[in-house]
């Protein structure tokens, strides 16, 4: 099993910054993309920000310019460091994670709780 846990969600005013850390553990054989999601009340979860195990990243149109998206393969975590925050960014954040587990071929999604970021104007 694997689990992944997220932190650093809160309240912010328009134009502030917020910092969104989350760590994989568990039998992990390694971790494919990581990233981060999102999802405002009556709307679907969208993805905000991407990151391949190279490096690679690939970022929302509307969140592109503002958030920046990190990970240490190493520690097998991943950060979202969020800038000029705007009310419309206020949405509970989760965490993904494309895993191969230990001692299989296959890959599996895993996500976190969710961690809530509210932007007010």
């Known amino acids: 099993q694997v689990h992944l846990v997220e932190s650093g969600g809160g309240l912010v005013h328009a134009g502030g910054s917020l910092r969104l850390s989350c760590a994989a553990s568990?039998?992990?054989?390694?971790?494919?993309?990581m990233g981060w999601y999102r999802q405002s009340p009556g709307k679907q979860r969208e993805l905000a920000a991407t990151i391949t195990s190279g490096g690679s990243t690939n970022y929302a149109d509307s969140v592109e310019g503002r958030f920046t998206i990190s990970r240490d393969n190493a520690r097998n975590t991943v950060a979202l460091q969020m800038n000029s925050l705007l009310p419309g960014d206020t949405a509970v954040y989760y965490c993904?994670?494309?895993?191969?587990?230990?001692?299989?071929?296959?890959?599996?999604?895993?996500w976190g709780q969710g961690t809530q970021v509210t932007v007010s104007s």
């Open positions: 993904h994670a494309r895993v191969r587990t230990v001692g299989t071929m296959w890959r599996s999604d895993y």
């Open positions: 568990g039998s992990i054989g390694s971790i494919d993309a």
